[in-house]
């Protein structure tokens, strides 16, 4: 087996090398220090919420976060409209710290720390947005120093802009030019408020209120009476009042005519964050927060008794933002747990909350030999696909890298597995709380003498969140807020270098056993590994609640599960703006054909080095400038609209196509999972073309893929609804083809001979043919397996392939393959028949297997949507990941008890059947258990959720995955009760 797998790592590495030698030859002219940056997208933040503001029409919520990017949600349909990345430097360019939304809703404008060096005008950089586009129309840049607070005139004809140098600057919106700068406060500006189109208030880090006039060009009056930074302020609709909000706790009420303290409110918590007042002026929502869990509250007051009128919690952490929606009964809320949360003040309780999938790290750790790390993953929330939620328990998942594949499974966290050194010898690490109240002083001590202490201020990320020796004793490693992780010289406490890259704080950490390496874990949801001697990050690892992961390296490579690209995103220049600082989300999945690379990403992990310093070979990197100039056309389906309800099953499709790079070599429609090429306008691949498609009653998906000739692939997909019509008698479905191959015998392979394959493929055969007038107007079967039906010799699979070719246009496939998956000696992945010969000690005769990405190749041709039950990884090794994700891009939807490298054991003694075809027995056999909606229907999405749970209680090892074509849609797999509305049946 060892030489099996140096054999295969060979050939890997050789067919990586001939992959770029072919990236180069189609691209001389790359440059080799413009790596691709790449972008989380797990569906929501992954760091603190920092700025939100709400559209006037109550339509559209706008966050921006410390993650470097805006997001616009829909309140109405309450998902994620856009997300748009700032700028993609590590360390913190690029935060956002602050945005308003203008008051004819259509432009959002964003500040924070925009990049450049400190003096630079882009440092404070300002961005005018549309909306809800998100479009970048404009840069303001006469600030330079980082912006903390926005704030648009009511007339929208000025823009005011506090910033951390302690000056509130003017611009003309008309112009686009800065008018005027205000001097006055002596520290950063943390909060704006106009009273009116000439009247504005600003609040600072000093604990000062200062009103400025625009007619006076002056300061026209000063507020004081807070002892800590002034956080917050709200203006009341009639301009009377204003309200602030400080770190000290307190909230004070003010008159704006009289210029004077009116009272302060005790509403007995810790810090004011925001304040905002109600469209009638009769409640004000007070949210807070404070150091440590828990702390974040949501408070309506009522503005004339100062009175908690309704108390919201769930928050685990501060409350930075709260807002009313206008127009409706709703609040939001947004803050350092990186949700936002929308609450129903009328019955007092939590509505939705828009989060994504990632999951927060806790620990950290190494295994004994550093060939492998762990990592515990904190409760988390999982979204169902009908948005309800449910919590997702913590957990221990593994990441091997040094055993010739990659992959990332739960385990039993083990007992020797090694976390931070917190005593290396006579040295111990000990963690302070300091004059702030915060863990912000690292102390070391020597024979209980102490050696230096790091002290760590509100600018410098407060805490010590966590801390390590390396195992020498010679350096200690610490993280902090907002991503801040350094290591410290033991002898004198001089810092020694940063490792950037996280845009949250840093949770845990430790070093590997032989102090070459570094993993860190954060609140940003990922885990990091480093180069201890050089700063320099290798891997990011993010593992989401779903059970998808993706790992890729600086240079913009990547390994991942099944469906794990759904996860990243590279950034390259916009092709709607001139300023090519203002970056687009291109999906990893464009360009996976160059940048899926799990062998180079294992590599960089287990060697500790990047990309760039392994050996000199012909490894070229990928860059953002070829990845821009070979983008696959630009698709939208213009019509139907996305969600529309149609009166008619004959629908004319309008496709809108743009060339941005390469022309496709094909381009392809599939409705309901039922596919066809398109055929070329004649104008080009660019422009309109309109396609005729026929919709069946209920819901109905389509979508459409290009392909271009080096790869790239663009998609896009809408759901559109056509209503049933009870009297009149449903169409005939179409026929159901299944093909079951199963082979327990081997004969020159017998060692790998399984138990129950004959079985599976007749037990599932016997299940599909019940759906005869249950979904299907006709069932045909066909197996080839040991103990029934043909003999699973390659001749016979091949045979009965072809036999599926008689499926039409409105027929469905199912394949079940139950046998030995492997990889044969040129790293192909092959399905092994009775008649299996062998090629030397470790190999497999070519034509004797079943070459099984010449089978998807071959389902992929069919006119008939296809599945693939895929219970073939036994013995391995074989990557399932690998198989999954070529069937996805071939149009094939595949269903497997396991991904990556996992694998099933021969047989389970609780059950008589494999896991795969026990769960897809009970979840679409008698009493349809995997029907979660209860419709009495079961889709595709609802099986793969059943025979997820389901094998994962027979081995929790295993991770069994479904992946889904673009175009596919959640069509039915089993139906209870079609059979009495079915004509013409046989």
Same mark, same amino acid.
């Given at each position: 087996?060892?030489?099996?797998?140096?054999?295969? =790592?060979?050939?890997?590495?050789?067919?990586?090398?001939?992959?770029?030698?072919?990236?180069?030859?189609?691209?001389?002219?790359?440059?080799?220090?413009?790596?691709?940056?790449?972008?989380?997208?797990?569906?929501?933040?992954?760091?603190?919420?920092?700025?939100?503001?709400?559209?006037?029409?109550?339509?559209?919520?706008?966050?921006?976060?410390?993650?470097?990017?805006?997001?616009?949600?829909?309140?109405?349909?309450?998902?994620?409209?856009?997300?748009?990345?700032?700028?993609?430097?590590? =360390?913190?360019?690029?935060?956002?710290?602050?945005?308003?939304?203008?008051?004819?809703?259509?432009?959002?404008?964003?500040?924070?720390?925009?990049?450049?060096?400190?003096?630079?005008?882009?440092?404070?950089?300002?961005?005018?947005?549309?909306?809800?586009?998100?479009?970048?129309?404009?840069?303001?840049?006469?600030?330079?120093?980082?912006?903390?607070?926005?704030?648009?005139?009511?007339?929208?004809?000025?823009?005011?802009?506090?910033?951390?140098?302690?000056?509130?600057?003017?611009?003309?919106?008309?112009?686009?030019?800065?008018?005027?700068?205000?001097?006055?406060?002596?520290?950063?500006?943390?909060?704006?408020?106009?009273?009116?189109?000439?009247?504005?208030?600003?609040?600072?880090?000093?604990?000062?209120?200062?009103?400025?006039?625009?007619?006076?060009?002056?300061?026209?009056?000063?507020?004081?009476?807070?002892?800590?930074?002034?956080?917050?302020?709200?203006?009341?609709?009639?301009?009377?009042?204003?309200?602030?909000?400080?770190?000290? $706790?307190?909230?004070?009420?003010?008159?704006?005519?009289?210029?004077?303290?009116?009272?302060?409110?005790?509403?007995?918590?810790?810090?004011?964050?925001?304040?905002?007042?109600?469209?009638?002026?009769?409640?004000?929502?007070?949210?807070?927060?404070?150091?440590?869990? =828990?702390?974040?509250?949501?408070?309506?007051?009522?503005?004339?008794?100062?009175?908690?009128?309704?108390?919201?919690?769930?928050?685990?952490?501060?409350?930075?933002?709260?807002?009313?929606?206008?127009?409706?009964?709703?609040?939001?809320?947004?803050?350092?747990?990186?949700?936002?949360?929308?609450?129903?003040?009328?019955?007092?309780?939590?509505?939705?909350?828009?989060?994504?999938? $990632?999951?927060?790290?806790?620990?950290?750790?190494?295994?004994?030999?550093?060939?492998?790390?762990?990592?515990?993953?904190?409760?988390?929330?999982?979204?169902?696909?009908?948005?309800?939620?449910?919590?997702?328990?913590?957990?221990?998942?593994?990441?091997?890298?040094?055993?010739?594949?990659?992959?990332?499974?739960?385990?039993?966290?083990?007992?020797?597995?090694? $976390?931070?050194?917190?005593?290396?010898?006579?040295?111990?690490?000990?963690?302070?709380?300091?004059?702030?109240?915060?863990?912000?002083?690292?102390?070391?001590?020597?024979?209980?003498?102490?050696?230096?202490?790091?002290?760590?201020?509100?600018?410098?990320?407060?805490?010590?969140?966590?801390?390590?020796?390396?195992?020498?004793?010679?350096?200690?490693?610490?993280?902090?807020?907002?991503?801040?992780?350094?290591?410290?010289?033991?002898?004198?406490?001089?810092?020694?270098?940063?490792?950037?890259?996280?845009?949250?704080?840093?949770?845990?950490?430790?070093?590997?056993?032989?102090?070459?390496?570094?993993?860190?874990?954060?609140?940003?949801?990922?885990?990091?590994?480093?180069?201890?001697?050089?700063?320099?990050?290798?891997?990011?690892?993010?593992?989401?609640?779903?059970?998808?992961?993706?790992?890729?390296?600086?240079?913009?490579?990547?390994?991942?599960?099944?469906?794990?690209?759904?996860?990243?995103?590279?950034?390259?220049?916009?092709?709607?703006?001139?300023?090519?600082?203002?970056?687009?989300?291109?999906?990893?999945?464009?360009?996976?054909?160059?940048?899926?690379?799990?062998?180079?990403?294992?590599?960089?992990?287990?060697?500790?080095?990047?990309?760039?310093?392994?050996?000199?070979?012909?490894?070229?990197?990928?860059?953002?400038?070829?990845?821009?100039?070979?983008?696959?056309?630009?698709?939208?389906?213009?019509?139907?609209?996305?969600?529309?309800?149609?009166?008619?099953?004959?629908?004319?499709?309008?496709?809108?196509?743009?060339?941005?790079?390469?022309?496709?070599?094909?381009?392809?429609?599939?409705?309901?999972?039922?596919?066809?090429?398109?055929?070329?306008?004649?104008?080009?691949?660019?422009?309109?073309?309109?396609?005729?498609?026929?919709?069946?009653?209920?819901?109905?998906?389509?979508?459409?893929?290009?392909?271009?000739?080096?790869?790239?692939?663009?998609?896009?997909?809408?759901?559109?609804?056509?209503?049933?019509?009870?009297?009149?008698?449903?169409?005939?479905? =179409?026929?159901?083809?299944?093909?079951?191959?199963?082979?327990?015998?081997?004969?020159?392979?017998?060692?790998?001979?399984?138990?129950?394959?004959?079985?599976?493929?007749?037990?599932?055969?016997?299940?599909?043919?019940?759906?005869?007038?249950?979904?299907?107007?006709?069932?045909?079967?066909?197996?080839?397996?040991?103990?029934?039906?043909?003999?699973?010799?390659?001749?016979?699979?091949?045979?009965?392939?072809?036999?599926?070719?008689?499926?039409?246009?409105?027929?469905?496939?199912?394949?079940?393959?139950?046998?030995?998956?492997?990889?044969?000696?040129?790293?192909?992945?092959?399905?092994?028949?009775r008649d299996t010969r062998p090629l030397g000690r470790h190999g497999y005769a070519w034509e004797s297997v079943v070459d099984i990405d010449s089978l998807l190749v071959r389902l992929g041709k069919l006119k008939a949507r296809t599945l693939v039950l895929c219970d073939v990884a036994h013995t391995g090794p074989l990557d399932m990941t690998r198989i999954m994700r070529r069937a996805r891009a071939l149009g094939v939807a595949v269903l497997s008890?396991?991904?990556?490298?996992?694998?099933?054991?021969?047989?389970?003694?609780?059950?008589?059947?494999?896991?795969?075809?026990?769960?897809?027995?009970?979840?679409?056999?008698?009493?349809?258990?995997?029907?979660?909606?209860?419709?009495?229907?079961?889709?595709?999405?609802?099986?793969?959720?059943?025979?997820?749970?389901?094998?994962?209680?027979?081995?929790?090892?295993?991770?069994?995955?479904?992946?889904?074509?673009?175009?596919?849609?959640?069509?039915?797999?089993?139906?209870?009760?079609?059979?009495?509305?079915?004509?013409?049946?046989?």
């Open positions: 087996m060892e030489n099996g797998f140096t054999r295969r =790592g060979a050939v890997g590495m050789l067919k990586l090398i001939i992959l770029f030698l072919a990236v180069v030859a189609c691209l001389p002219s790359v440059a080799r220090s413009q790596p691709v940056p790449m972008i989380v997208d797990t569906g929501g933040h992954t760091a603190s919420i920092r700025a939100m503001d709400v559209s006037r029409n109550g339509r559209w919520l706008v966050t921006g976060s410390e993650d470097k990017t805006v997001r616009i949600w829909d309140v109405i349909q309450k998902h994620c409209l856009q997300m748009i990345p700032m700028t993609s430097p590590p =360390g913190l360019q690029g935060t956002v710290f602050a945005l308003d939304i203008a008051p004819d809703d259509r432009i959002v404008a964003v500040g924070g720390l925009m990049g450049g060096q400190p003096g630079d005008v882009a440092m404070g950089r300002v961005l005018l947005l549309s909306l809800p586009e998100g479009t970048c129309i404009a840069t303001l840049e006469h600030a330079p120093s980082p912006v903390h607070a926005i704030a648009f005139s009511p007339d929208g004809r000025l823009l005011a802009a506090g910033s951390e140098d302690g000056i509130v600057r003017i611009w003309d919106m008309d112009q686009g030019t800065l008018v005027h700068s205000f001097h006055g406060h002596g520290g950063t500006v943390g909060c704006l408020a106009w009273i009116d189109a000439s009247r504005l208030v600003s609040g600072g880090d000093d604990g000062r209120i200062l009103v400025w006039g625009m007619d006076e060009l002056a300061p026209i009056g000063t507020l004081s009476g807070h002892t800590g930074r002034v956080a917050c302020l709200a203006v009341s609709p009639d301009g009377t009042m204003l309200v602030s909000g400080s770190h000290d $706790g307190s909230v004070r009420e003010w008159d704006l005519a009289a210029m004077q303290h009116v009272r302060q409110w005790s509403l007995q918590t810790a810090s004011i964050l925001s304040l905002s007042f109600r469209g009638d002026g009769k409640f004000v929502l007070a949210t807070t927060g404070g150091l440590g869990l =828990g702390s974040g509250r949501c408070m309506i007051v009522d503005p004339e008794t100062a009175r908690v009128k309704t108390l919201f919690s769930g928050h685990v952490q501060g409350v930075n933002e709260g807002l009313f929606v206008p127009g409706t009964s709703l609040v939001a809320t947004a803050g350092e747990d990186q949700t936002v949360r929308l609450w129903d003040t009328q019955k007092g309780r939590l509505v939705h909350r828009f989060v994504g999938r $990632g999951c927060r790290i806790t620990e950290v750790g190494f295994g004994p030999g550093g060939d492998r790390i762990f990592w515990k993953i904190g409760p988390s929330v999982l979204r169902a696909p009908d948005n309800t939620t449910h919590a997702v328990r913590p957990e221990t998942l593994e990441m091997r890298f040094q055993e010739g594949y990659l992959d990332v499974a739960a385990v039993s966290l083990p007992a020797d597995v090694q $976390g931070p050194f917190l005593n290396v010898g006579t040295r111990r690490l000990v963690r302070n709380v300091g004059a702030d109240a915060t863990r912000s002083l690292l102390e070391v001590y020597d024979h209980d003498q102490r050696r230096f202490m790091i002290n760590r201020t509100y600018e410098d990320k407060r805490e010590h969140t966590a801390a390590s020796f390396t195992p020498d004793g010679r350096y200690v490693v610490s993280g902090g807020g907002r991503g801040a992780l350094a290591m410290y010289r033991v002898q004198d406490g001089v810092k020694v270098r940063d490792f950037k890259g996280h845009t949250g704080g840093v949770t845990c950490l430790a070093v590997s056993p032989d102090g070459t390496r570094l993993v860190s874990g954060s609140l940003d949801q990922t885990v990091r590994l480093w180069n201890l001697a050089t700063g320099e990050l290798l891997a990011t690892i993010l593992y989401a609640t779903n059970d998808e992961w993706i790992a890729w390296i600086p240079a913009g490579y990547y390994a991942c599960s099944p469906s794990g690209e759904s996860l990243l995103g590279c950034l390259l220049a916009s092709e709607n703006n001139n300023n090519h600082d203002i970056l687009q989300v291109v999906p990893a999945e464009t360009f996976a054909r160059y940048l899926y690379q799990p062998d180079l990403v294992r590599a960089t992990i287990s060697q500790g080095r990047s990309a760039a310093a392994l050996d000199r070979t012909a490894l070229l990197p990928v860059t953002s400038e070829f990845l821009s100039r070979h983008r696959p056309p630009g698709i939208d389906l213009v019509s139907p609209a996305d969600g529309a309800v149609l009166g008619s099953r004959q629908q004319e499709l309008l496709v809108s196509l743009h060339a941005r790079g390469d022309d496709p070599i094909s381009c392809r429609l599939r409705v309901n999972g039922f596919g066809r090429d398109m055929p070329q306008p004649e104008a080009g691949w660019s422009g309109h073309l309109r396609v005729p498609v026929v919709l069946e009653p209920g819901e109905n998906t389509v979508g459409c893929v290009c392909e271009g000739p080096h790869g790239a692939r663009s998609s896009a997909e809408i759901q559109v609804h056509l209503p049933e019509d009870g009297n009149a008698t449903r169409k005939m479905p =179409g026929d159901l083809y299944y093909l079951g191959v199963g082979v327990e015998r081997l004969g020159a392979f017998a060692h790998m001979d399984l138990p129950t394959s004959s079985d599976d493929v007749k037990m599932v055969a016997r299940l599909f043919t019940t759906l005869r007038g249950r979904g299907y107007a006709k069932v045909h079967e066909r197996l080839v397996s040991d103990d029934y039906g043909h003999p699973p010799t390659r001749a016979h699979i091949h045979d009965a392939l072809a036999w599926l070719e008689q499926a039409g246009p409105r027929d469905t496939i199912i394949v079940m393959l139950a046998g030995q998956g492997v990889l044969d000696q040129d790293d192909r992945p092959v399905f092994l028949p008890a396991t991904r990556g490298w996992q694998k099933t054991a021969p047989a389970y003694a609780s059950i008589p059947c494999s896991p795969l075809a026990y769960a897809v027995f009970k979840g679409i056999g008698p009493g349809l258990l995997a029907d979660a909606s209860g419709d009495g229907r079961v889709d595709l999405d609802e099986l793969g959720a059943y025979v997820t749970r389901e094998v994962q209680a027979i081995d929790r090892k295993l991770v069994p995955s479904l992946v889904v074509p673009v175009g596919y849609g959640q069509w039915m797999v089993a139906d209870s009760g079609m059979g009495s509305r079915v004509t013409g049946r046989d």
